[in-house]
């Protein structure tokens, strides 16, 4: 199978947990509802706009997007269906589309900071942390009251390792937010997540300064072997994978990083050295409705079945879905060709099923239909 070079997001605890503690946090999606004009009337444009939220809402995302394209010529003065069409696009793993869709909002209504807030987002799925910051930077001065801003940029400073930004913007946000606000778990999770990895960053730092010791002159030193958290690390490092670290009580190490890859917005590394365990989980965004859970479960079971390694999984109460692959290297040293392995190996089986997966998400394919045209298509390019 061809070798991916693109990234992704990190682990938790047995499986649920790994989709839950990612840093990387998807923004609810404002959608512009237009209000009667002073006449009495509602513009056409307006109306169609407005057609095209209840469809998206719907999961019918072409026919949100078809009726913002015309919403958008009936007002090409309007930022409304430019920027909903970018969410309808967002969701539909069309990030070059949102892009230029909120990039045009924006050139409309600069201080319209949901569209500097999305775009953002967009700009970090396609791999460019230093614009999404930028972005977000700009979204938080047109409206510094708006607290999944800070949460958006916390996570988008962790996985660019300015932890002490993540903590400033995770306690504003913490700070401001109301106490049901959504975001609320996720963005303790990822505070508490930074403060514990910072906390052991600086011990072994002084561990390392204080048990530093020199050879004496002529004598052989021996390289201390390498701990499978050191194999992780590397590799992880040398694929150019930008990753944020935790660990908890029960001795599991986390490794969170952010992928742009379609649904596809990370993975996790879950290793736990006592139980010589690794685990490699890529887990797909948006989830699916409750509506069509039954259908992605199909899905999952259809795609699953005569998998050579690793399996899709799904959680039937929030509509998430993932892969998964393990390894138990149980008195066998860690390579770091393993984990390379299943890191790409993971990320390959994800490709062939992802343009599927979505379409199922969004109410526009069926199971059976979408696993079949998945395969046919990869085993006709020879990836499968």
Known sequence: MPRT???TAAPKTPAKKAARKAPTKRTPTRPILTTEAPEGGMPAWAEINNRGNRKQ??????GAIADFTKAMKLAPKEHAPRYN?????SLAGDVDGALADYTDAIKIAPDFAPAWQRRGLSKQRHGDLDGAIADLDEAIRLAPDEPSAYGERAALRALHADFAGAVEDCERALGMAAADWHHRPNTQNLLDMIRKAGEKQRTETMVGKKGGTKARKGA???EAPRTARMVVEEVLGASGFTFALSEDEAGYIDYLAA??????ESFAVRLSEELERVVVYVIFEPKAKKELRTE???FVTRANFGMGDGNFEMDFDDGSVRFKIALDYT???LSPLLVRNMIFDAMDTTEVYADAIARVIAGKAKAKTAVRAAE??????GTL
């Not at 992928?259 to 596809?264: H, L, R, W």
């Not at 046919?376 to 390019?381: L, N, P």
């Open 220 to 222: 052989k030193v021996e």
């Open 57 to 62: 809402e719907e999961g019918d995302l072409d």
């Open 5 to 7: 070079t693109k990234t």
């Open 85 to 89: 069409r970018g969410n309808a696009r």
């Open 331 to 333: 008195e066998e040293p």
């Open 259 to 264: 992928v742009n890859q379609g649904i596809v």
């Open 296 to 298: 992605l479960a199909e």
């Open 376 to 381: 046919k298509a990869a085993m006709e390019s």
